[in-house]
């Protein structure tokens, strides 16, 4: 069962009024998996946007057969799979479960009609989304700069 308290404790939503918690708790599903399942595969529909309750999240792309790379790892309260809130779009990467783990899962289609009739919350939301995805990406190109430093053929 979730509970608007275990949404509140979702750092993309605090901040947000009560009566948004009080309609994204209609539209929440709680999902559990176990440790190794999939909850998404790379090139899977997108159509959802996932919260970690418990457990935790890893994900991973093949970089060649039989190589997967983590890229991130999501702990409680922390999100993945924003692909699924895009019309028509496509996972970049595997999610695997690491642990036994329940997962808050908000359907992209009724989120996307929940922030069409409350611009506000969509606005809200969408720049928490943002600032996420910003924070994301300056990481991975900081590991990146990281990792070209030390390739050979980079090397003065």
Request: proline residues 4%; charged residues 25%; glycine residues 6%.
């Amino acid at each position: 069962m979730i509970s608007i308290d275990d949404l509140k404790n979702v750092p993309l939503l605090q901040g947000l009024p009560d009566q948004v918690f009080e309609k994204l708790l209609k539209i929440a599903q709680l999902e559990s998996v176990k440790e190794g399942d999939v909850v998404y595969d790379a090139e899977q529909e997108a159509e959802n946007l996932y919260m970690v309750k418990n457990g935790k999240v890893v994900l991973e792309s093949d970089l060649m057969e039989g190589t997967a790379v983590t890229l991130a790892s999501i702990k409680p309260g922390y999100i993945f799979g924003w692909y699924g809130m895009i019309p028509s779009s496509h996972h970049s990467m595997r999610a695997v479960a690491t642990t036994d783990s329940d997962l808050i899962v908000l359907p992209g289609y009724e989120l996307r009609m929940f922030m069409d009739d409350d611009h506000t919350f969509g606005y809200q939301f969408m720049n928490k989304i943002f600032m996420l995805m910003k924070l994301r990406l300056d990481r991975r190109t900081s590991q990146f700069l990281k990792v070209l430093a030390k390739h050979p053929d980079l090397q003065g």
